[in-house]
């Protein structure tokens, strides 16, 4: 069984991921899901992305077009705008920061009893 | 290739996007229109991979989706709602028209009780301060009337409920938010 991951952790880096994903190659929105569980993101939902989607879009950061599909209805594809890729540069650069604190932290051994104040 | 969504699943996808596009009447009509056909077809696709039920099942909650989609729409803090107002102020016409229009009856039926081949002209001076007055034309005890609006006063009283019931004042740009836009702006 896939590991779970914390939906509020989630949440907080799904617009990165999703500005990251669509950098690379732009899809439409049951695509990104895809590509999403791909990469092992297995628990993130189709209820959760579209409406990520289409925040970035209004925000500006991405920007969507329809494409016609021989399957269905024209399937709408994003892609980021510029600010989008600002925004995917600076949030980059703050999670990779976090992320190396965070972890620094995380990876020392645990004691079995916590240390007396000094 | 996977095969086309049985009919069972369209339908259970129409009434997906049916319940959504009921919970989204606060967007903008073509953005909900745009929301729509994107989940319409989202939904269309999964169904050939994974089945509707499935793909119905991790949409998720309607009601929820709807409100992530308002809060992408107008961001997360409280917001405005039309179709509050809308039904505040429909509920208020409503039940005035009624109310008044029962009161226009009785008073002519009243006084036909009293003059039954009552024949003339009767005003009566209607509800102070929310309706105008009423003018009766009785020929024979049959009676007819004229007057009888809404005054300034019941509209200036509607147009409140509806700002009231809505939370209107929300549309109005924040200091804060026209502060953080002037600061992204000089950001940018």
Redesign the interface.
């Known amino acids: 069984m896939p590991p779970t991951h914390d939906p509020q952790l989630l949440k907080g880096v799904l617009s990165l991921l999703l500005l990251q994903l669509l950098a690379e190659r732009e899809s439409?929105?049951?695509e990104v899901v895809q590509r999403l569980h791909a990469i092992g993101l297995t628990d993130v939902?189709?209820?959760?992305v579209?409406?990520?989607l289409?925040?970035l879009e209004?925000e500006g950061r991405l920007a969507a077009h329809l494409v016609p599909?021989t399957?269905?209805?024209?399937?709408?594809y994003y892609l980021p705008t510029a600010?989008g890729y600002d925004a995917l540069a600076a949030g980059a650069a703050q999670w990779l920061s976090l992320t190396t604190l965070v972890h620094g932290v995380l990876s020392r051994p645990v004691p079995t009893s916590p240390s007396k104040g000094s | 290739m996977a095969p086309s969504p049985s009919w069972v699943d369209r339908l259970r996808i129409e009434l997906v996007v049916w319940t959504l596009d009921q919970r989204l009447y606060d967007l903008p009509r073509s953005a909900r229109i745009a929301h729509r056909r994107e989940v319409r077809e989202n939904l269309l696709e999964a169904a050939h991979d994974i089945g509707g039920r499935e793909a119905i099942r991790r949409l998720g909650n309607s009601r929820q989706l709807a409100a992530e989609y308002r809060a992408a729409e107008f961001g997360d803090g409280p917001r405005h709602s039309w179709v509050a107002t809308g039904v505040a102020v429909a509920t208020a016409v409503l039940l005035m028209t009624s109310w008044l229009n029962e009161a226009i009856h009785a008073f002519g039926d009243g006084v036909r009780a009293g003059q039954p081949h009552a024949t003339g002209t009767f005003t009566w001076a209607g509800f102070r301060y929310v309706q105008s007055g009423v003018t009766y034309a009785f020929t024979d005890g049959q009676w007819t009337s004229t007057g009888g609006a809404f005054t300034p006063l019941t509209w200036i009283l509607l147009a409140a409920l509806a700002v009231a019931s809505g939370r209107l004042w929300r549309l109005l740009p924040s200091r804060g938010q026209g502060a953080s836009r002037e600061a992204a702006s000089q950001r940018g």
Do not use: Q, V
């Open positions: 439409y929105g049951y939902l189709e209820g959760t579209y409406p990520a289409a925040r209004r599909s399957a269905g209805p024209a399937r709408k600010a």
